[in-house]
């Protein structure tokens, strides 16, 4: 399936923050891409804020309009606050739990193990990186892939006390999904409200 495979320091120097994780350029270079980027001056209209928004959260879990839209329209039609829902939609996503397990540095390399078949869900292998977590089930590494370089690169020094809503287990190299994360838990820097606005128009 199609995702975004261009440079991510560009991206995240349109948003003016890092939502692919430590970016050395940006670091360096904090204004928006281009030749007169220095200089530009930024939109401010309301569409151009909301619009803007939306973007930034389809790059930091890497969905794209149209799985970003179903999950919408899906958190529309659940109870709760909308925005909020949509957000644990997407924390739930199994490239996503995977990431937040510290199994992988990036989201984007959580997604590579999903798809070579790297990840279990309930003892079962799971190769479908939108596949959505529920409550209670176990996320873990496949027994064949325990041994892997990249996955012990990435558990090295990692806190799994930061997210409450998962529980991990070394004996599986995995953990459990406890439940949906309160919307304080979830770290992302995303105006999910703004969003909700800009579908709702």
Do not use: C
Not at 104 to 128: C, D, E, F, M
């Amino acid at each position: 399936m199609a995702r975004y495979i261009g440079p991510k320091s560009r991206i995240s120097r349109r948003f003016g923050e890092a939502i692919f994780g430590p970016d050395k350029v940006l670091s360096k270079r904090n204004f928006a891409p281009g030749q007169h980027g220095n200089n530009r001056r930024k939109k401010s209209s309301e569409y151009g804020l909301m619009l803007a928004e939306k973007q930034k959260a389809k790059y930091t879990y890497g969905v794209l309009e149209r799985q970003f839209r179903n999950l919408f329209e899906k958190a529309s039609k659940t109870s709760g606050v909308t925005g909020e829902v949509l957000l644990q939609l997407l924390e739930s996503r199994l490239d996503n739990v995977v990431f937040r397990l510290g199994l992988a540095p990036t989201r984007a390399a959580a997604r590579q193990l999903v798809s070579h078949k790297h990840i279990t869900v309930n003892g079962q292998v799971v190769n479908i990186p939108s596949f959505t977590v529920l409550p209670g089930q176990i996320v873990a590494v496949r027994e064949k892939a325990k041994s892997l370089e990249v996955i012990d690169a990435a558990l090295a020094g990692f806190n799994h006390s930061k997210y409450p809503w998962i529980e991990w287990d070394e004996s599986v190299k995995g953990g459990k999904f406890l439940h949906m994360p309160e919307r304080a838990d979830i770290p992302e820097n995303i105006k999910e409200q703004m969003i909700v606005e800009l579908y709702s128009k």
